[in-house]
């Protein structure tokens, strides 16, 4: 293989690189001819180990420790200088007059050649034996696709040698570019070995369009790489329904129960960086938390790296999209997994504090808690998501409004006496949360205890209030007041 780019540092290093990821020629035979000969002995009883104690590879091939060796003496910085020309934005600034959009056109094809090379080096190298060299060459052409990435931002965003309102050369550069981070993400996605989609994690989602987007991630649930999902399964109908025929159209669940905790653990992270990286399309956002969720709620129990990794991808869209949450809770009740245990166990793990609730939320996780027994787990589920939320203040304000809390403090009593209906008034006769937590522990009484732990976290008269919303009650008043004996 040969580089287009004419500079006879680039071509001589990206040459011994190539050289370095394929099968030496004629191995085989030159140590036929210089390899000592065994006198006396049978060659069937001799065997050459490595450091492991398992039997050298084939003659083609080189021992892992000597891959790594040999690409170790690669400085790739020198490398990423000479072909980026200016690898900091203050030196493309200074320069970008210089760069034309036929240069950008060679970069692409240059990372697009090193794609191409390094899969072709992924389908002959054994994985078990060189996992490291191939992890470091996945390490490798993702940090180039990001140099490239970059390089295209800068001279997208700050103009290279081109007119700014030139659409036509901008929409085809960055046509290439998703097809540079498209061609990228499928060289690691249909690897055999699961382990290096870690690495797909480093690709820059955020710079590429939602159409592509929405492509890589129907990748990720393909069983069969030669049937590729319509993207009409993909951007059509609600979040619960996209993420219904996805797993419908890919027997997706199938390959989740075949898959290891650490490849599960692996294909979280990448959808959580792709929900990071979208802040307009909510719909995606949405898809993706549902998906993480019900991958957390399916995950068997000796998959706890991928219970603990669903927990905090799902933490880190709540943050980045408190909305998912209303997603999440209204299409529970949809699916038919809501009464496992694994709901409570996700749940229990997230932070809620960022998620303002809707009427139609807050009427649903009343309706959980009203007529669903004590002992179901929809009922323990309402109650974890009720005591999990905001009800302090943000900023100087009540972060749910006071009217909010009364309701809720309403709704909490009625509750208890619709499914206490023996002990009318218990909940006031107890006097304090004490009373419950020194009774036995059953259903009944730890219902009792939550209620009690709940109303008394709720501001429910004018001094629980924060200082702002307090001064403005009052503030109120005091013009009511004006107001009547300007009447009188």
Known sequence: PQSIIGNPIVDHFFLMYLTLLFPLEERDRMLAEYEPPVQDSDPSEWALLDELGEAECSGKQLLERDYLELLGQFNFGMFYRE??????????????QNITEQEMMTMFSMCLQCISHIREAF????????????????NIMTTFMRFVSDFYHFYDYYGGGWSMNDEVDRTKLLNVHNHVIEEGFRCLAETSNVSLWQFLTDLPYHR???KVLWKLYGFLHQVNPEKHIKSSV????????????????????????????????????????????????????????????????????????????????????IDHCPEVVSVIINNIDKQTLKDLP??????????????????????????????TPITSLTNQLSRVVIKGLNWGSHKGHLFLSSETHRKMAVDIVAAHSY?????PGYLIHSA???????????DKNQFVCWCW??????????????EHDYHTIKINKQQQKLLRKQKS
């Open 83 to 96: 072909l980026l020309k200016y690898p900091t934005p203050d030196e493309f600034i200074h320069n970008k």
């Open 123 to 138: 389908t002959h190298l054994d994985f078990t034996r060189y996992r490291n060299f191939c992890q470091r060459n996945a």
């Open 208 to 210: 590429i369009s939602i």
């Open 234 to 317: 993909l951007r059509e109908g609600s979040p619960y329904d996209i993420v219904t025929k996805l797993y419908k159209t890919a027997r997706f669940q199938r390959r989740l129960e075949s898959l290891s905790d650490e490849d599960c653990t692996f294909m979280v992270n990448v959808f959580c960086k792709m929900a990071l990286s979208r802040e307009i399309d909510d719909n995606f956002v949405k898809v993706i938390a549902l998906d993480i969720y019900h991958i957390g709620v399916t995950s068997t129990v000796d998959k706890q790296s991928t219970d603990h990794a669903c927990k905090n991808c799902l933490s880190a869209i």
């Open 342 to 371: 694994s709901n409570l166990r996700i749940f229990r793990g997230l932070s809620l504090q960022s998620w303002l609730p809707t009427n139609d939320d807050f009427n649903l996780l009343i309706t959980w808690l009203q007529t």
């Open 419 to 423: 499914h206490l209906p023996d002990r």
């Open 432 to 442: 304090s949360p004490d009373f419950a937590k020194h009774v036995s522990n059953t």
């Open 453 to 466: 732990e709940t109303i008394l976290g709720l501001c429910l008269h004018k001094t629980d209030l924060a």
